[in-house]
């Protein structure tokens, strides 16, 4: 099993910066992905970007691109989201998840989640 645990959340005004930590801890593995989410009120989950924990490559959505960056820190087995320029539409519970099949995170199937925290952008 692993336990994802996702901290760092909070408000924050438009334009402005905030970074998430994911940090996992019992099974870990040295491949697969993690990956951050985002669900707003009354919407559906939202990929926000992901990065392999081996070679460390990211990929993100088009709606954060430049403006999000996903790293990790393998020692700490901890993943982080800075997130800048931060708009209201940005307002979201974002989750963080983990697989250890990179192809499984490729198709968006992460085995374990995190409980989430909550983002909120003032305008």
């Known amino acids: 099993q692993v336990q994802l645990v996702e901290s760092g959340g909070g408000l924050v005004q438009a334009g402005g910066s905030l970074r998430l930590s994911c940090a996992a801890s019992g099974r870990t593995f040295s491949r697969g992905a993690m990956g951050w989410f985002r669900q707003a009120p009354g919407a559906e989950r939202e990929f926000v970007g992901r990065i392999a924990w081996s070679v460390g490559t990211t990929f993100y959505a088009d709606s954060v691109t430049g403006r999000f960056t996903i790293s990790r820190d393998n020692a700490k087995n901890t993943m982080y989201l800075q997130m800048s320029s931060l708009k209201p539409e940005d307002t979201a519970v974002y989750y963080c998840?983990?697989?250890?099949?990179?192809?499984?995170?490729?198709?968006?199937?992460?085995?374990?989640w995190g409980q989430g925290t909550q983002v909120t952008v003032s305008s």
């Open positions: 998840a983990a697989d250890p099949s990179y192809l499984r995170a490729l198709s968006g199937r992460y085995d374990y």
